[in-house]
């Protein structure tokens, strides 16, 4: 099968880790006589520096006619002044709003040769295997009004956190149909307590439960849930919450892994169904980082994982995904690490020697 992917590398580290990606890719396409097709444009400063734009039409364009998009990372201090009318993440907010990725997916897994690599109790992360279903296009990023000005008094700014029923309910259907997968354990995350958009997104999420007899639905305050990623990780299964709150926990279950650099993402444009080729973009969670930009020491492993789910949901080759799945976990397993999980007795290695390691067996 051939595939046609828009290849964005960003800014900072993303060039980096891109490259280590489009390796892996490669390389199972080889072995199982598929053909990726790479386009490549700019996102974020690069765009900005370039072309004026955080993203521009033309980029939009080849992302929508394409199978999937990957990406990097997005930003930097070179672009950073709270005054500049063009941000670097304004890039992804349009691509995430013009191609329809409401619903993100960030699952949190904590390989077992890596227990001995955080900052937790190895008993508290052991077998750890959760999943985030993070609404992407609605909430604080993107509701109105959303500006600040100046009055007699001082300075104001307001942003608004804004829900439709249909926003919700498209995307706590996806964390039901994920739910229903796995655990059939849902756990809903929000601030009813407090806010009216999440008394909303409580009672649709009671509504569409309606449809998922087989899946228990639990409602957690978002708070209670940053307790309990840290507390008792091994009672979480599939998660589904809104923009903001998805945003920040996930940063924080990252270190249950040991590193951000070790978690994937795929935003989709609808409910993943087995088999199903469905348009997503793949990104790893973390940031540009750009101190660390050609510097070869960052860890691939995230942007290589969402490799594996663009091939999962977008290409439906589930055994092209776990054999990139299987390489990450072998390359572990043989003692072989970045700066970022690095213990006693492993083997450290750069970003292009982690790469190319996971790549060869990926392509074996």
């Not at 199978?67 to 201090?77: R, T």
């Not at 190895?122 to 993070?134: A, H, K, L, S």
Request: proline share 4%.
């Amino acid at each position: 099968m051939n595939f046609n992917l828009t290849v964005l590398p960003g800014d900072g580290v993303g060039p980096d880790v891109t490259a280590e990606a489009i390796k892996a890719l490669q390389a199972v396409g080889k072995k199982f006589g598929h053909g990726f097709y790479l386009e490549n444009r700019l996102i974020g400063g690069a765009a900005i520096d370039a072309e004026g734009v955080a993203v521009s039409g033309d980029t939009l364009a080849q992302c929508k006619k394409s199978d999937a998009v990957l990406l990097g990372a997005v930003g930097g201090p070179k672009w950073d002044d709270p005054l500049n009318k063009v941000r670097p993440e304004d890039g992804l907010l349009e691509m995430r709003k013009y191609l329809g990725l409401f619903a993100n997916l960030r699952p949190v897994k904590v390989f077992p040769v890596l227990v001995d690599s955080t900052n937790f109790k190895p008993e508290v992360i052991e077998g750890v295997e959760f999943i985030f279903v993070r609404e992407l296009t609605g909430g604080l990023y993107f509701g109105k009004p959303k500006r600040r000005w100046q009055t007699a008094k001082g300075r104001r700014a307001v942003d608004s956190m804004a829900y439709s029923e249909q926003e919700i309910e498209r995307i706590v259907r996806v964390g039901f149909e994920l739910a229903q997968r796995r655990q059939k354990k849902l756990i809903s995350v929000d601030k009813a307590n407090v806010l009216e958009s999440s008394r909303l997104w409580r009672q649709v999420a009671v509504e569409v439960a309606e449809s998922y007899p087989d899946v228990t639905l639990e409602h957690m305050l978002v708070d209670a849930c940053s307790m309990r990623i840290i507390q008792n990780p091994k009672y979480l299964d599939t998660l589904v919450t809104e923009n903001t709150f998805g945003d920040i926990l996930t940063d924080e279950a990252s270190m249950l892994a040991g590193s951000m650099g070790m978690l994937p993402s795929a935003s989709l444009a609808g409910v993943p169904e087995a088999g199903v080729r469905i348009f997503g973009l793949y990104e790893p969670i973390h940031g540009s980082a750009p101190r660390r930009a050609g510097l070869d020491m960052v860890n691939p492993i995230a942007i290589i994982l969402s490799v594996a789910m663009m091939l999962r949901y977008s290409c439906a080759l589930e055994k092209e995904a776990q054999a990139v799945e299987s390489a990450v976990e072998a390359v572990l397993n043989e003692g072989y690490r970045t700066y970022d999980i690095m213990s006693e007795g492993k083997t450290k290695v750069g970003t292009k020697e982690m790469g190319d390691l996971i790549a060869g067996k990926a392509g074996g």
